[in-house]
C-alpha cells in the first residue's frame, strides 16, 4: 500500500452529523438478507458484524492479505475493498456457503488432507479465491497455481501443502464435473 | 482504520453523475476503489460525497470505432484481461494484465480509475502511451479529447477540471503478428512495478524494423515514449548490441523528479540511478523480446 500523502483541500467542517445510514438486500449464501449501514462501512464488517459470518477474516483491512476475499456473483472480490452498500441486489458466497448438507466442500477436504491450514486465518480467503480460479482453470499447472494465488498472503508461509491441495481438489472438481455431465 | 464519513451517491447514468460532480463539493468518484478505498480507510485522502460509478452501464464495455479499440472507463480489468478484441489489436495490455495486482482486484479494478489515479507505476497507462491513446472526459459543459502525452499534470493527478471526468479511452490497434513485450520488476510478484518497459514492433520481410513503439514507466510521473530509440531501430535489423544502444535513451533522461520524493511514498527510496539502470535493462529486453516474437511470426506466414 502507498503511504503518500495527497495534497487536497480539507473536508468541510460539519455543525451536525447526519444520518448517512442505507438500506438494501443483498443475497448471502443464497439467503436473502436486508442490512442499514453508513455507506462506509465495508462489505467485510458487514458479512462479520452484521451478519454474523465471521468465517470471513480481516486481516489487513487494505487489499494486500487477501483474507477477506469473497465471491461477488461468482467473482473473487476483496471485500475491504467494497463498501457492502455497493453489493446491494449481488450474490455474496462466503466460505460458510461451501458447505452442502454438511459435508466440506471437495476444495475443504483436500485442504484438510494435505495439512494446507496451520493457523487457518488466510484460509477462507484462499479458498474463495481458489473457487473462482479453478472456475475458470479447472485443470492448472503448479505454476499457474502460484500466479492465481500472487494476492493471497500465508503467513504460517504453508504454501507448499496449499498448492498440493489446489492439484488434489482440481482432479476432484473435475472427476465431479465430469459425472454429472455423465449424468 | 475504518473510512470517515461520507454522503453516498448512486447515479444511474452518465448525465445524472456529472450533474453530481459539478455540483457537490469535496466530491471523489468511485470506481473500482482497488486504490481509493484504502486511501480512505487510511484517511490519507478524504472526501463529503462518494459518486458511485458502479451504476452506470455506459461507461463499461470495450468497441471498435473508427479504426480505435475503445475502452469504457468503468470496464473491468477482469474484462479486458479476456477481451478477443483486445489480445487481436493490443495484446501487449493483455501481458500487463497479468502484472497488475491479483484475480481478486481485477475483477473491481477498472482501466479509468487507474488512469485517473495516475500512479507512476500504473503498466494501463504504459500501454496507453504505446497505443497513442485519446483520452475522451466528458463534465456538464461537454466532452473533449486529451492525447496520453498530455494526461499528466502533475504526480498522481490528471490534466482535468474538478468537474471532468475521465468516460473512455481509445488505442490505435497494430496490425495482425506484430511484436510485443511488457517487463517489470517489482519487490514482490504482482505488486507495484518499481520500472516496468514496453516495446511494440512490426518487420518488413528482410526483417529490417518497420515501426517500433517504446517506453519505460517509472522513470517519471508518467511513461516516457523513447522516441530517439524508435528513430534509431527504423530500418535496422534487430540485434542485442542496436537494443543496447536503443536502450541507452534512458539514461539520458533528465534527473528523474523528486516528486516520487512525496512524503510517505514507498518508491521514494529507489534513487534515480537505479530507475534508470532498470529502465535500461527492462527497454532492451523488452525490444529483444518484442523483435523476435515479430520475426517468429513473420516465419509462420
Known amino acids: 500500500m502507498d503511504q503518500f500523502v495527497m495534497e487536497s483541500d480539507p473536508p468541510a467542517k460539519r455543525e451536525t452529523i447526519p444520518d448517512l445510514r442505507r438500506t438494501f438486500p443483498l443475497k448471502v449464501n443464497g439467503e436473502p438478507r436486508v442490512v442499514t449501514v453508513e455507506p462506509r462501512v465495508t462489505l467485510a464488517d458487514v458479512l462479520r458484524d452484521h451478519l454474523g459470518l ?65 493457523c487457518g486465518f488466510c484460509t477462507p480467503g484462499f479458498l474463495m479465491t481458489l473457487i473462482d480460479f479453478l472456475g475458470s482453470n479447472p485443470d492448472p499447472t503448479e505454476e499457474e497455481i502460484r500466479q492465481g494465488l500472487t494476492g493471497s498472503l500465508c503467513r504460517c508461509t504453508g504454501y507448499q501443502n496449499i498448492i498440493r491441495a489446489t492439484l488434489a481438489a482440481a482432479k476432484v472438481m473435475r472427476s465431479e464435473t465430469m459425472e454429472v455431465a455423465h449424468d | ?59 463499461s464495455g470495450i468497441h471498435e470505432q473508427d479504426g480505435r479499440l475503445v475502452i469504457g472507463a468503468m470496464t473491468r480489468q477482469r474484462e479486458i484481461a479476456s477481451s478477443p478484441l483486445v489480445s487481436q489489436h493490443c495484446p501487449i495490455a493483455q501481458d ?17 480509475g487507474s488512469l485517473s489515479n495516475m500512479d507512476p507505476s500504473a503498466e494501463l497507462f504504459g500501454v496507453s502511451a504505446l497505443h497513442d491513446a485519446t483520452f475522451h472526459v466528458q463534465s456538464v459543459r461537454g466532452g473533449r479529447d486529451i492525447a496520453v502525452a498530455d494526461w499528466a499534470e502533475t504526480f498522481m493527478k490528471p490534466a482535468i477540471a474538478a468537474d471532468e471526468m475521465l468516460t473512455s479511452v481509445s488505442w490505435l490497434p497494430w496490425p495482425k503478428g506484430h511484436g510485443h513485450a511488457f517487463l517489470e520488476f517489482s519487490k514482490r510478484h504482482h505488486d507495484y512495478a518499481i520500472v516496468a518497459a514496453g516495446a511494440l514492433m512490426t518487420v518488413d520481410a528482410d526483417r529490417r524494423i518497420n515501426r517500433a513503439a517504446i517506453m519505460v514507466i517509472g522513470c517519471g ?9 524508435e528513430a534509431l531501430v527504423l530500418g535496422q535489423r534487430g540485434s542485442s548490441e542496436l537494443f543496447a544502444e536503443a536502450a541507452h535513451e534512458v539514461a539520458t533522461l533528465a534527473a ?32 529483444e523480446s518484442a523483435y523476435a516474437q515479430s520475426i517468429s511470426i513473420q516465419k509462420r506466414h
Do not use: W
Open chain 2, 256 to 287: 528523474f523528479p523528486d516528486l516520487f520524493a512525496h512524503q510517505g511514498y514507498p518508491r521514494r527510496f529507489v534513487s534515480a540511478d537505479y530507475r534508470r539502470q532498470l529502465g535500461l535493462v527492462l527497454a532492451r529486453r523488452a525490444m
Open chain 2, 96 to 112: 500487463a494484465l497479468h502484472l497488475i495486482g491479483h484475480i481478486a482486484t481485477r475483477t473491481r479494478g477498472t482501466l479509468g
Open chain 1, 54 to 118: 465471521t468465517g470471513t477474516h480481516i486481516g489487513c483491512a487494505h487489499g494486500v492479505c487477501g483474507a477477506c476475499t469473497v465471491l461477488m456473483n461468482g467473482q473473487a472480490v476483496r471485500s475491504c475493498l467494497m463498501f457492502a452498500v455497493q453489493a446491494r441486489g449481488a450474490e455474496i458466497t462466503t466460505v460458510e456457503g461451501l458447505v452442502k448438507d454438511e459435508a466440506l466442500h471437495p476444495l475443504q477436504e483436500a485442504f484438510r488432507a494435505h495439512h494446507a491450514l496451520q
Open chain 2, 1 to 59: 482504520m475504518k473510512v470517515a464519513p461520507f454522503s453516498y451517491h448512486d447515479p444511474e447514468n452518465l448525465p445524472k453523475g456529472l450533474e453530481l460532480l459539478a455540483g457537490l463539493e469535496h466530491a471523489r468518484l468511485l470506481a473500482g476503489g482497488q486504490s481509493l478505498v484504502p486511501y480512505l480507510a487510511f484517511r490519507m485522502q478524504r472526501c463529503d460525497h462518494l459518486i458511485d460509478l458502479n451504476g452506470v452501464s455506459a461507461l
Open chain 2, 221 to 229: 510521473i508518467a511513461p516516457t515514449r523513447l522516441i530517439g530509440a
